[in-house]
């Protein structure tokens, strides 16, 4: 039996970044006054490393409870609203800004549009700590949407319009309400306003749909596939779609305990790969618990 790990996964270059920024963190200061808001990642074996660390995990409510000038607390790779940086600020507590570049820049492009009057529309699920800080840059002034039908169902069609998306959804859904909204916004105002009545950005992250390919072809070149990533991960949920279209023997693990023996009966070609947050290390705990429990070198 082979087992392959993925070459093209691992962390993308904003998770490398901002898990840089934790560790620095930690080293220059100690643990006792550093903490984290929110899940740093959305990879649960990851964050067990970084507790271990010295890493901890606060929420909003326990944020308003803290003070003091040594007191440092890292925002997270998904980013926050204009109102944690704010209330910080009050409380007197330095906010080591550890968000994604690519996630900032969709902030700023978010409040440019708003300020010149568009009606913005943004794909993605609207409790997702990115979209919370997209929402919060333009004080919840925008149409949060799943879906081309809600987007047609929730879009008044009475203002210019602009499309963006959360970096980490599905490039199909994405196009297939960008294709509805140009419709929609040719039928009313023909085709010659299109360009004035319509804008659309691609805000996906390139990281995870420029794997698109290799993740393909990666897929159908083994018998099973083990996509492995944190279960509130986006990326990984859209990732792991991709890859059991095109190989129908793909099993999501977020645990090593959750694999299944019975998977690789008669295989030879095992494929392990996962989300832009799923670290390398942990791919390779995956590849040893199988050569262990099969007991293949």
């Excluded at 986006?234 to 977020?254: A, D």
């Excluded at 095992?270 to 791919?283: D, E, H, N, Q």
Aim: with cysteine; hydrophobic share 35%.
């Amino acid at each position: 039996m082979k087992i392959n790990i993925d070459d093209s996964s691992g962390f993308c270059w904003g998770v490398v970044r901002t898990v840089d920024i934790v560790e620095d963190t930690l080293k220059n200061n100690g643990s006792d006054n550093v903490y984290v808001l929110g899940q740093i990642i959305h990879n649960p074996r990851e964050i067990e490393r970084l507790e271990k660390v010295g890493m901890k995990t606060i929420n909003h409510d326990r944020l308003e409870n803290l003070s003091g000038d040594k007191t440092k607390v890292i925002v997270r790779a998904h980013g926050e609203p204009p109102t944690t940086f704010k209330m910080a600020a009050e409380l007197g507590i330095e906010l080591i800004n550890a968000t994604c570049p690519l996630v900032t820049g969709l902030q700023k492009k978010v409040r440019n549009f708003h300020k010149r009057g568009f009606d913005v529309v943004i794909y993605g699920k609207p409790d997702h700590a990115e979209i919370v800080g997209l929402r919060g840059v333009i004080n919840d002034d925008c149409i949060v949407v799943q879906s081309a039908a809600e987007a047609m169902e929730r879009i008044s069609f009475s203002n210019r319009i602009v499309l963006l998306s959360q970096t980490t959804k599905d490039k199909k859904t994405l196009y297939e309400i960008k294709d509805a909204i140009e419709k929609e916004v040719s039928k009313r105002y023909g085709s010659e306003k299109l360009k004035d009545m319509f804008q659309f950005r691609d805000t996906l992250c390139k990281e995870v749909w420029g794997r698109e390919e290799i993740l393909i072809d990666f897929a159908r070149s083994h018998d099973i596939i083990l996509f492995v990533a944190g279960k509130k991960s986006s990326n990984g949920k859209s990732l792991y779609r991709l890859c059991r279209k095109f190989n129908k023997r793909t099993y999501f693990v977020e645990h090593t305990a959750e694999i299944e023996i019975n998977w690789f009966d008669g295989i030879e070609k095992v494929g392990i790969t996962g989300a832009t947050s799923t670290p390398l290390w942990y791919l390779e705990s995956v590849r040893e618990e199988i050569k262990k429990r099969l007991e293949v070198d």
